[in-house]
């Protein structure tokens, strides 16, 4: 599966974006989809996952902000983060995980200033 993630940019504070991760083939049977983060200095942490069920993830620090959806018939999971803070910048990669193996798109720059 190759992955294509778009939507990253720069944002003021309290400010929103929405990320998409495209697919290169169906997503309806992938287990997990999920958006990961890594800020300058820190290990890269899950931030939004969402099964093949619909059931969704959240860190934290997001919880009330950012809310994950797949939209299968594009093939493509989005994440839409609302009232973004200067902690949430970052480069976001979108992930599949089919059980078995584990792909990854490349990243998209979010970066929020105060």
């Known amino acids: 599966v190759q992955l294509q993630a778009s939507g990253g940019g720069l944002v003021q504070a309290g400010g929103s974006l929405r990320l998409s991760c495209a697919a290169s083939?169906?997503?309806?049977?992938?287990?997990?989809m999920g958006w990961y983060r890594q800020a300058p200095g820190k290990q890269r942490e899950l931030v939004a996952a969402i099964t093949s069920g619909g059931t969704t993830n959240y860190v934290e620090s997001v919880k009330g902000r950012f809310t994950i959806f797949r939209d299968n018939a594009k093939n493509t999971v989005y994440l839409q983060m609302n009232s973004l803070k200067p902690e949430d910048t970052a480069v976001y990669y979108c992930?599949?995980?089919?059980?078995?193996?584990?792909?990854w798109g490349q990243g998209t720059l979010v970066t929020v200033s105060s």
């Open positions: 083939r169906s997503i309806f049977s992938i287990n997990v």
């Open positions: 992930n599949a995980w089919t059980g078995a193996y584990n792909y």
